[in-house]
Structure formats: C-alpha cells, structure tokens
C-alpha cells in the first residue's frame, strides 16, 4: 500500500530553468508533508515542508504548493543548478503517529550546465 | 555540531548469518528512528524510540530483526538470520522530539548491506 506516490522516476532539466517535482498522497489524515533531497552516499538532508493549513511555502529558490483537494504536492525549484541535482523524495506524516514519516520512491533530478 | 554517526559504511554477509548496525544519534536527540532503503525506493520506517522507550516498531520483522537503545543513546539494529530480501541501506536519523511531533529529522550516512 504505497500511501505517498512519486510517479516520476527522474527529471532532466535546463540550468537556469525550473524543476517541478511532483507527489501524490492517498492517506487523507495527513496534515504535514516534506522533501528531502539526498546525494549518493549520503543520508537525505531536509530541504522545505508545510503544513495541511497552508497552501504553500517559500524558502529561497524552493517552493512547495500543496492541493489537498487534489491530495497532491509539489516542489519548484527556480532556478535550478546543476548542485541540486540529487535524488528528491516527499514525505508524510500525521499529527496522531508522532515524527513518523512516510516516504514516496524518490525522483532523479540531474540539471545540465 | 556532529551529525548522525553509523557504522559500519558497508558490509557484505551471506545469507542466514547475523549483522549488527551501530548508530549514534545527535547530542541531545531524545528520539532515534531506523530505516531500510531498498533499492528504488523510499525509506520506510523499522522502529521508532523516544528515549530508551520503543514509540513504534510496527514494521518491524520481529522475527529476524531487533532493536535497542540502551542509556538512550546509542542504539544498534541487528539482523539475525539474514534473508537475501534484506539488501538495503539501513538509515538512523534522530530529533529533538518537542511538542507536536514535527521536528526535523537528520538522517545519518546509512550502512549499505548486501546478502549474498
């Protein structure tokens, strides 16, 4: 039961131009969701999040939307270089299971010079 | 400040032998989680502590795998026997765990383990 969905397995992009990561989520009580980016051979390291109340949230050059009607989040990265390229996952979690997280598969980012 | 320590990096064993994994949490962390990452996939949560205390250890294969975190700090995994299904990175993160649940993670290198 793979309750946080990312459906593409990677992305290539333009640098300068935007990176648009997407994850869909199945379980309706989660309230608050992040991303995670991780380079090969390290652990993931936390990149931006929001809360259910929110709609979206801004921390430099990345953006996080989320449709909760549509159960559907999203990262922007504006605009991408080629040091983002990495392996992105979204997460979940839901007031009730305490810091517990649910991960999607992952998606490949590579931005070319 | 020092991040999440785990060892051993690496570690090949043959199927139906015994591996142990060795985390150290940040100072301070009061929670300690593991994960397994296969391959193509995300990380999914083995078990979760608060303190010494186990908070869930749901999916964790309870007939094989096991869990501690004497003192509330260090923690180790241990796998017993191990199952070819078992290749995976096995990830320790930790947080501070203050109200509310939604304190930040930080995960540590991982320990990539093949099951030959």
């Known amino acids: 039961d793979q309750q946080v969905k990312q459906n593409s397995p990677s992305l290539s992009v333009q640098e300068g131009r935007i990176s648009i990561l997407n994850c869909d989520y199945t379980n309706s009580m989660f309230d608050y969701f992040l991303w995670y980016k991780k380079y090969p051979a390290e652990g993931p390291t936390f990149l931006i999040s929001?809360?259910?109340?929110?709609d979206k949230n801004e921390d430099g050059r990345f953006t996080v939307f989320l449709n909760k009607s549509a159960k559907h989040l999203s990262l922007h990265i504006v605009p991408s270089q080629p040091g983002d390229s990495a392996v992105y996952f979204c997460?979940?979690?839901?007031?009730?299971?305490?810091?517990?997280?649910?991960f999607g598969q992952g998606t490949i980012l590579t931005v070319h010079p | 400040e020092a991040g999440v320590a785990q060892s051993p990096r690496y570690k090949i064993i043959e199927k139906r032998q015994s591996v142990a994994f060795w985390c150290n949490p940040i100072s301070g962390h009061a929670t300690l989680y593991w994960y397994q990452q296969i391959l193509g996939q995300g990380p999914k949560l083995l078990i979760q502590?608060?303190?010494?205390?186990?908070?869930?250890d749901s999916q964790l294969p309870k007939d094989r795998f096991s869990a501690e975190r004497l003192k509330g700090v260090d923690s180790t995994l241990k796998i017993q026997p191990a199952k070819l299904e078992d290749s995976a990175v096995y990830l320790c993160a930790s947080s501070i765990q203050t109200s509310g649940g939604r304190d930040t993670q930080y995960f540590g290198p991982g320990t990539r383990l093949t099951v030959l």
């Open positions: 502590f608060q303190n010494n205390g186990v908070v869930d």
């Open positions: 929001i809360s259910s109340i929110k």
């Open positions: 997460a979940a979690s839901k007031g009730t299971s305490y810091g517990k997280l649910t």
